[in-house]
């Protein structure tokens, strides 16, 4: 048989073929596979421990537990370190506690050293109870990339987590931890102190204690340039607890630079509370001040409710209490949410209630579109032997703020009242804007009404003189531009005991417009005589004052003088 000579170059071709192929399959002899390694009990160390289990580990295992496992796995030699990108599976938060033990930190996830650095571990835990950290360190320590998905962290004694990394929390609770304590100096953030980027997502994060001299930041402290999102979550009974260096952020304290997000969001219940000075029930936000860059804060279609800053006396004089929700000097913007029956007060001896829901102070630009606040207030406290405290901005104070607009928001029912005084050569605190204060910068409102808002006067008793109700919607002492809104029903009164009444919709001291406005049954009240009540509708005290459009001032009363208008307008 001749061959046909065109087949041999074919043969040849297909050994060459095969001989290329064989360094591939060389490759994947020597590839290493992932495991799965699985906890056979809950001792600290040995065999079959998940420390032995973590030692073993290589990046992109996951480590599980025993079917039979159940109970607390409490830890006698230091926390477990996990420096490898591994996946921990617990039988469920439920199940299985990793506790410290009183003696140490639980998980310290970190990258290890080398040279040159190698990137940064990713790691996961989820199905888990950490408990049990100290007081000198939290449940978990994070300089890495790490994921908590259905895990609860409680009753750490050194707060809940520290993140120096990214950490994103997903349908996890982090509740009843603790930072400080009655002895303590400066205590910060019992739930998680942020230093990184954290996502927080469908959580819970509250009954987080912060206590001592001065305490920041409850549920969460992020520090200066950091990042942090929150969505779909609660915070609910966190308390900042401090002495005389003060209180700030029973949920949230947030310092300069950081870019914060929160969507979704109920805060219910939180509170900063200070023998000394105490700010931010839920949120303290700082700004970047002269220098630094600008801390910026969306708050979008979320509830703030029942939140207080409650300032202490210690000493002389009260305390003051102030943004009873949210204390701001941030770049703010709120949209779409409802703040209500938060409260900023006062102590005894005169202590300032600021802001009842929201006081900012010399921070940027405040936004507001879309929100309610109802019910909040802002009451100053009371004082037997000198002056009650003022009360500012029953919802809103503003000052020294950079512009403020407003549109498309309701105020209802919130109330300033000033505190008490009950001696002679004393005098109640005065209470101005029983809806908003504006002390300096310009205000835009547009839209939106203000009905059944109040500005009370502290009353005076054994020769004290009463304290004034002054702007029973708005108190304006900057530029103010009022549009297409309403102003019905509020009404503003002098403390019982002689005090006066004066603008039960608006007062004004300074520049203001109003256009396509109904201003409708507001009341100036006295509070008894001596008092007067005067300028029902608007009370304008100076400035130049334009009322445009189709505004309207009528059906106002005045106990003394003024049903409608009091003071010179120019009408257009």
């Given at each position: 048989m001749i061959l046909n000579p065109r087949m041999r170059p074919r043969a040849a071709r297909i050994r060459r073929q095969a001989r290329r192929l064989r360094p591939r399959l060389?490759?994947?002899?020597?590839?290493?596979?992932?495991?799965?390694?699985?906890?056979?009990?809950?001792?600290?160390?040995?065999?079959?421990?998940?420390?032995?289990?973590?030692?073993?580990?290589?990046?992109?295992?996951t480590i599980k537990f025993a079917g039979s496992l159940s109970g607390t796995l409490t830890l006698t030699s230091g926390p477990l370190v996990v420096d490898t990108g591994v996946s921990i599976r617990g039988p469920g938060a439920g199940k299985l506690t990793i506790s410290g033990g009183g003696t140490s930190g639980v998980f310290l996830i970190e990258t290890p050293y080398g040279d040159p650095m190698p990137p940064p571990i990713s790691a996961s835990l989820s199905g888990l109870t950490i408990a049990g950290g100290d007081a000198n360190d939290p449940g978990i320590l994070n300089f890495a990339t790490a994921t908590l998905d259905h895990v609860v962290v409680t009753g750490n004694q050194g707060g809940g987590i520290t993140n120096g990394g990214t950490m994103t929390i997903t349908d996890s609770s982090v509740s009843a931890n603790t930072a400080g304590g009655p002895s303590a100096g400066l205590s910060l953030a019992a739930g998680v102190f942020n230093e990184g980027t954290l996502t927080v997502v469908r959580s819970d994060v509250s009954r987080n204690t912060s206590q001592g001299t001065t305490a920041v930041g409850a549920g969460i402290l992020s520090t200066y340039n950091t990042v942090l999102d929150i969505s779909s979550s609660t915070f609910v009974g966190n308390k900042a607890l401090g002495g005389g260096g003060g209180a700030d952020g029973g949920a949230i304290h947030v310092d300069g630079g950081a870019v914060v997000t929160i969507a979704g969001t109920t805060f219910r219940g939180n509170v900063a509370v200070a023998t000394g000075?105490?700010?931010?029930?839920?949120?303290?936000?700082?700004?970047?001040?002269f220098f630094g860059p600008a801390t910026t804060v969306t708050v979008t279609g979320?509830?703030?409710?029942?939140?207080?800053?409650?300032?202490?006396?210690?000493?002389?004089?009260?305390?003051?209490?102030?943004?009873?929700?949210?204390?701001?000097?941030?770049?703010?913007?709120?949209?779409?949410?409802?703040?209500?029956?938060?409260?900023?007060?006062?102590?005894?001896?005169?202590?300032?209630?600021?802001?009842?829901?929201?006081?900012?102070?010399?921070?940027?630009?405040?936004?507001?579109?879309?929100?309610?606040?109802?019910?909040?207030?802002?009451?100053?406290?009371?004082?037997?032997?000198?002056?009650?405290?003022?009360?500012?901005?029953?919802?809103?104070?503003?000052?020294?703020?950079?512009?403020?607009?407003?549109?498309?928001?309701?105020?209802?029912?919130?109330?300033?009242?000033?505190?008490?005084?009950?001696?002679?050569?004393?005098?109640?605190?005065?209470?101005?804007?029983?809806?908003?204060?504006?002390?300096?910068?310009?205000?835009?409102?547009?839209?939106?009404f203000f009905l059944l808002n109040q500005a009370e006067g502290g009353s005076g008793a054994g020769g004290a003189t009463a304290g004034d109700g002054v702007g029973g919607a708005i108190m304006n002492q900057g530029n103010l531009v009022l549009s297409g809104s309403r102003l019905v029903?509020?009404?503003?009164?002098?403390?019982?005991?002689?005090?006066?009444?004066?603008?039960?919709?608006?007062?004004?001291?300074?520049?203001?417009?109003?256009?396509?406005?109904?201003?409708?049954?507001?009341?100036?009240e006295d509070g008894g005589a001596p008092g007067t009540g005067v300028g029902g509708g608007l009370y304008i005290a100076s400035g130049a004052t334009t009322l445009k459009g189709k505004t309207r001032v009528i059906g106002n009363r005045a106990s003394t003088s003024n049903d409608n208008i009091f003071g010179t307008y120019q009408a257009s």
């Open positions: 060389d490759a994947m002899e020597g590839r290493a596979l992932l495991s799965t390694l699985v906890v056979q009990n809950l001792n600290d160390d040995g065999v079959g421990s998940l420390r032995a289990d973590l030692a073993a580990a290589r990046t992109g295992d000075n105490a700010q931010g029930g839920a949120l303290d936000l700082l700004g970047g001040g979320s509830l703030f409710d029942g939140n207080q800053a409650i300032g202490g006396q210690s000493g002389l004089f009260g305390g003051s209490g102030s943004g009873g929700a949210i204390q701001d000097s941030a770049d703010l913007t709120v949209s779409n949410s409802t703040l209500t029956g938060n409260a900023a007060i006062g102590s005894v001896g005169g202590g300032l209630g600021v802001g009842g829901a929201i006081a900012v102070q010399g921070g940027g630009p405040l936004a507001l579109s879309g929100d309610m606040l109802i019910g909040n207030r802002a009451q100053g406290g009371s004082s037997s032997g000198g002056f009650g405290g003022l009360a500012a901005g029953g919802a809103i104070d503003l000052l020294f703020a950079q512009p403020a607009t407003i549109a498309n928001t309701g105020f209802l029912g919130n109330r300033a009242v000033g505190g008490g005084a009950s001696d002679t050569g004393g005098a109640g605190g005065s209470a101005i804007g029983g809806a908003i204060h504006n002390n300096d910068g310009g205000l835009s409102i547009t839209g939106g029903g509020n009404m503003a009164r002098g403390g019982s005991g002689g005090g006066n009444g004066f603008g039960g919709g608006l007062y004004t001291s300074a520049a203001t417009t109003i256009a396509d406005t109904l201003v409708l049954a507001n009341a100036a």
